[in-house]
């Protein structure tokens, strides 16, 4: 037998039974008039003013009906806005506004890096501004009232905080450099659930009730969107999380009166709430594994430092970062030097670094080993900064002329915990060619016949730490241009900085080909020294003066050597002058 649904001028054909199921779930509105041959005839007729219907009706329609008929006092939405309302009052008292912002904000360094998770929830009862606090609060008190009658005390209250649970969440991960803080996530929530709830039983909702629900307040979360967009400072992402929480909470939600619901929203309930426990313990335990980072490129180290950290200058003289929490700082620099780096005279020079900011500094760890093939230090150390325990975590690497330098000092309570957060870091770092070797290479591949090319190359790859490259490049730069002393010179001196073997036949052969050029002269005595000959250093200095007397370099080398400067022959001269009577 075939039943026919008139309602809202749209005819609809079924069988009895399908009918009798709808009537029974609650998609048939009482409102609609039916018409079948065995109780109508050929009329339509009002659906309520059957016995049939009244037989047929959930008892859990009429509940729901008589719910969002209620006028009765919303017991959970007059405590959330209570709540709020006490914690603004709260705030007005001397210095309590600061204390509530810094303790209770959702602020991810908070979060993440000192595991207080609790603020993903807290945030959302603060307020700062009389006028923020009056728009939130008239936002809850009205979806929030319209939503309990629809949904039940429970399944708002659900929505509500898993609104500014999501909301919170989305706001640290997008905006992770800024504060946040209002109930608008918590709001947004409770109006998206509302336009879903209307849009879900839209055909069930008595007449009178469905001003309050789907697209009858789409427009005001629509307009309330657009606001914050165009307003600066407003947190979006915060308004958009608590968004998609509300909406997807309510679309597993039904309403309580509905009672076969009932074992189901209580499952939904737990489900949620157990999540949001997982979450809250994941984000605590792993926290530092979560902080985002960048990357950092500066004369061929490569690293990271975290995204939202600020820059400033550390007490040790270097730019840095500093954590929002002021409980960590971290510095990633590289300096070059006139002689190569040794790894062992530059780590005491740090600790003596440290030494001259901080106090009372212990030296914990220090080991020696190689990074990526270059020598290198790792150490631990403990001082007092400001009166209060530090601990430090630093690696130096040496690279030729390069002293790559990473370390991170840290409150001590914290510094168990910003461990992760170092080893994430020193897995980022990475050691490459300086972009000064890079532009050589790729000017002396483009210039194959300029001796000049060939120097800078040479120079670029001594102090890149590269010796044996550098004097390939210094040789060829001399085929190129064998009568200057210039590129001879630069493999003196790259001999001298490295020590390398062939360093004696080097000096004689450039002291045949440039007896009279005083630099090549102190660059030859440079290479002696550092093979242990000085006496023999001291002779090609002397007779260097002799041959250019005066010269200033030769001079001061002279004197570094500890001899004395002989007379130059202008000044003998003046002494064989006779004296005037």
Known sequence: MLVE??????????????????VRDGLVPPDAEIRFDAATGDQFVPLRSLELYRELVDSDQARFSRALARRSLPWITALLVGVQLRIYLWTALPNADAWFLERLANWAPAVLEQGQVYRLLSYGFLHLGLTHLAFNLLFLAYAGWSLERAMGRRNLLLIYLASVFCGGLLSMAMSPDRPSLGASGGDF???AAAVIFGWKYGEIIPVSARKYY?????????????????????DNWGHLGGLLGGALTITLLHPQALSRYRAHN?????ACTGLAVLVCAGMALLGPHLVPLQPWHYRGLTAAR???????????????SFSPTRQSTLVIDTT????????????DRFIEQVDAGGKQVELLERSA???????????RASFDLSGEPHVLDALLVARG????????????????????????????????????LAQAKRKAGQQLTSWKAQADLAEALGRAGHPQEARDAWRKAGDLNADDPRPVIGLLELLAHYHLDDGSQTVALALLLHPDNPDLRVAAAKVLDALDRGPEAAEVLLEGWSRAPGHAELRKALLLHGLEIPPTPAADAMSLEPTLP
């Open 5 to 22: 649904l008139k309602h809202e001028g749209r005819i609809r054909r079924l069988t009895y039974e399908a009918f009798e199921q709808e």
């Open 189 to 191: 929530g409770l109006i």
């Open 214 to 234: 789907g697209w009858a307040i789409l427009a005001y979360l629509v307009a309330a969107l657009f606001s914050g967009i165009r307003s600066p400072g407003v």
């Open 266 to 270: 209580r499952l939904v309930r737990r």
């Open 306 to 320: 975290p995204a939202y950290w600020v820059e400033g200058w550390t007490f040790t003289g270097d730019l840095g």
């Open 336 to 347: 070059v030097h006139v002689e190569p780096v040794d790894i062992e005279r530059a780590t």
């Open 369 to 379: 080993a190689r990074f990526e093939g270059w020598p290198a230090v790792s150490l």
């Open 401 to 436: 002329h390069y002293l790559h330098r990473i370390h991170l000092h840290t409150a001590e309570p914290w510094a168990e915990r910003y461990q992760t957060l170092w080893r994430r870091i020193l897995d980022r770092v990475d050691i490459e060619d300086p972009l000064e």
